[in-house]
């Protein structure tokens, strides 16, 4: 379709599309032909990204590199294509933004998406040799993607020298090119060199080689009185990602993560401060746009939990002011402002909650919880690799599920509640029965990577499991004597797997089990009645439901299976006709991104990162009580049989108890 670009390395950049999909089509130059080691390179980024699926490194097919022969030629074009991803780099990024430096969470979030796509590449034996902000791109879900591995190194193979008599003899970024790659000598911990320089130039907004951080004569690189606002500890481990010699960088990925987990969890467990007035922005060396000049530094909004060691979905990331954000990243980080009146209709009902119980015991952020049909069993799931079972009415700590190895991000129960599934970053689908909550076992390596959302149909015949890539699983839950079917499913694998538009945040069946529903990037419907029993291949298409404008975070259905509700980071809930699947009604008045719902009977709660619950007449569809009081953002509540309300959210991990929003009457 058109010329991209013909400064990128050996080749020619295009875009072109697949019938209607756009890609990426690289063209290596005619002049490089004939020469065996620039050949090698453009070859081997299709190889090494064909055996990469993460949403974190381009799609390669592996028939990617390809040879087309022009008309009248005895020389080959050699072609590689790809997918296109649809972002900026993060060096257009930052221009985007005004070129202010990034927060210490948009830090932490970065350097933990960057650090899982280095674990994979590193566990295919390469590494990348040439990581720098032109080379990392931003999708719009918030998913950080490393690009061009034309330079990427086989560890096993002798390290490339001098390409003939070409002028490149090594790969080198100036600022961002470790000393012993400079001499031709790469290892695995340079790309850890590389991503320190690259997260140092987002946490400054200056180039490496600005004379204000990097002294030539005395080769001295200052940089930390240029971000005052991270914390010391993030500091000191930037520094030793770019330690001169390799062997005083972290040896491994694993060990990157651990040591990003251990300065979130001492970030979580310090006294709370008095709120401190934001330091200043340091000045740019890179000529903002004149119309970015006056801008506001972006605002993070990155949830606390992401900022630790989870293996990285999907998801998730605070642009504010540009870019659509991830469902976490939207909800977590919480709204500064105080909460606002939706409007001033007449009879909504202003109702203020005070704090009854607060239950302590998860040391990092809670990502989901589950209430029993007991009325007092509560059970939540952390960053903490925990799921935790409480009894409310003691005010007591049940029961410790320890099996998880990372982040527990979603939770679900049979229909009969004798089984709880949980899955998260892991990968892993993890069983336990209730209500001791013994482990019955578990399917490893259910999605290839982190998994964000499970759920089971009404009458117990499907487990649904989503991950940060769109990839849905549709697995036989109970066999045909009503037992649990974990050995065919570990054994045989998922019945179905559909592929939706981007991450997946939520995943709900309809009452009758026609349809599941998916919400994330996208809404879409899977009908479940087009499953043809003798061909797990044919899937049907999904029926995609257009109006919200950014990510869904949660799906309800109302109780008579014909309305389904969605809430939405752009602020809104909407009702659709589940069975004419169209839009039915807009509900405003959240004045922050709406995190989850509740149906209960003819009203909707909604609960929004502002710190409110509304609650919705859902046949005049007008808010008729606006839930006031609590202390911080609500991800996730529920409901008690006495009427008080049950929260997590927030920067601690802490369950709330709140009393005074009494049940709305029919």
Same mark, same amino acid.
């Given at each position: ?455 089971? #149909?009404?009458? =117990? $015949? +499907? *487990?649904? @499991? /989503? ?42 069946? #309809?009452?009758? =089990? $026609? +349809? *599941?529903? @998916? /919400? ?147």
């Amino acid at each position: 379709m058109r010329l991209i670009s013909s400064q990128s390395g050996f080749g020619r950049v295009y875009e072109a599309y697949e019938r209607n999909v756009p890609k990426i089509l690289k063209v290596l130059k005619e002049s490089y032909n004939h020469h065996d080691k620039v050949l090698e390179l453009f070859q081997r980024e299709a190889q090494v990204l064909s055996q990469l699926s993460h949403p974190g490194v381009p799609h390669v097919d592996a028939d990617g590199y390809f040879q087309y022969f022009p008309k009248n030629s005895a020389q080959p074009c050699h072609c590689l294509v790809m997918e296109k991803i649809d972002g900026p780099n993060l060096k257009q990024w930052m221009v985007q933004q005004g070129n202010h430096p990034i927060s210490e969470k948009q830090a932490m979030l970065w350097l933990t998406q960057l650090t899982d796509v280095l674990h994979l590449v590193h566990r295919h034996h390469y590494f990348h040799r040439d990581i720098k902000p032109e080379n990392i791109m931003l999708r719009s879900s918030g998913q950080l993607v490393l690009v061009d591995f034309g330079a990427a190194r086989e560890m096993t193979q002798t390290y490339m020298g001098d390409l003939d008599n070409s002028n490149i003899t090594t790969v080198s970024s100036a600022g961002y090119t470790p000393p012993e790659q400079e001499q031709g000598q790469a290892v695995p911990q340079s790309d850890f060199y590389a991503m320190g320089r690259t997260l140092i130039y987002l946490l400054t907004a200056k180039l490496p080689n600005d004379p204000t951080v990097y002294d030539p004569r005395s080769n001295a690189f200052q940089w930390r009185e240029h971000a005052p606002q991270i914390s010391p500890a993030l500091a000191d481990f930037v520094d030793e990602l770019i330690a001169p010699a390799a062997a005083h960088r972290p040896p491994t990925t694993a060990a990157i993560l651990d040591r990003l987990g251990q300065i979130r969890s001492a970030q979580i467990t310090r006294p709370p401060n008095l709120p401190q007035p934001a330091p200043p922005w340091p000045q740019t060396t890179l000529n903002p746009p004149e119309s970015a000049t006056h801008m506001e530094p972006v605002q993070s909004f990155l949830p606390p939990w992401l900022d630790g060691r989870p293996w990285l979905l999907a998801g998730l990331t605070g642009l504010a002011l540009a870019l659509p954000l991830t469902w976490y990243a939207l909800s977590r980080g919480g709204s500064t402002g105080q909460p606002s009146p939706v409007t001033q209709r007449v009879g909504l009902q202003q109702v203020t909650v005070t704090p009854t119980l607060t239950l302590a015991g998860h040391t990092q952020d809670i990502s989901d919880l589950l209430l029993l049909r007991d009325g007092k069993t509560l059970v939540t799931a952390s960053s903490d690799a925990t799921v935790r079972l409480w009894d409310l009415e003691a005010g007591t700590l049940m029961q410790t599920l320890t099996q998880s190895k990372n982040v527990v991000k979603s939770l679900t129960t049979t229909t009969d509640q004798a089984v709880l599934i949980s899955t998260g970053d892991d990968r892993a689908l993890r069983f336990w029965a209730l209500p001791a909550g013994e482990p019955l076992g578990q399917i490893d390596n259910a999605h290839s990577i982190p998994a964000t959302a499970v759920e089971v #149909s009404t009458n =117990n $015949r +499907w *487990l649904a @499991s /989503g991950d940060g890539d769109g990839t849905i699983h549709l697995w036989p839950l109970i066999t045909a004597n009503g037992g649990l079917n974990l050995a065919t499913m570990a054994e045989a694998g998922p019945s179905y797997t559909f592929k939706a538009e981007g991450t997946i945040n939520d995943l709900l069946f #309809s009452r009758d =089990n $026609r +349809w *599941l529903v @998916s /919400g994330g990037a996208t809404l879409q419907l899977w009908d479940l009645s087009m499953l043809d029993p003798a061909n797990s291949a044919l899937v049907p298409d999904p029926i995609t439901l257009e109006g919200h404008t950014s990510f869904v975070n949660r799906i309800a259905i109302s109780d008579d299976n014909q309305t389904l509700i969605t809430a939405s980071a752009d602020k809104t809930v909407r009702l659709w006709n589940l069975t004419t699947q169209t839009s039915q009604a807009v509900l405003e008045g959240h004045q922050s991104y709406v995190n989850t719902l509740r149906v209960d009977g003819p009203y909707l709660w909604s609960a929004d990162a502002n710190k409110v619950i509304l609650v919705w007449d859902l046949q005049q569809r007008a808010p008729v009580r606006q839930v006031n009081g609590f202390v911080t953002d609500i991800w996730r509540f529920t409901v008690l049989p006495n009427g008080h309300l049950v929260t997590i959210g927030g920067k601690q991990p802490l369950v709330r108890v709140w009393q005074g929003a009494e049940p709305m009457e029919p």
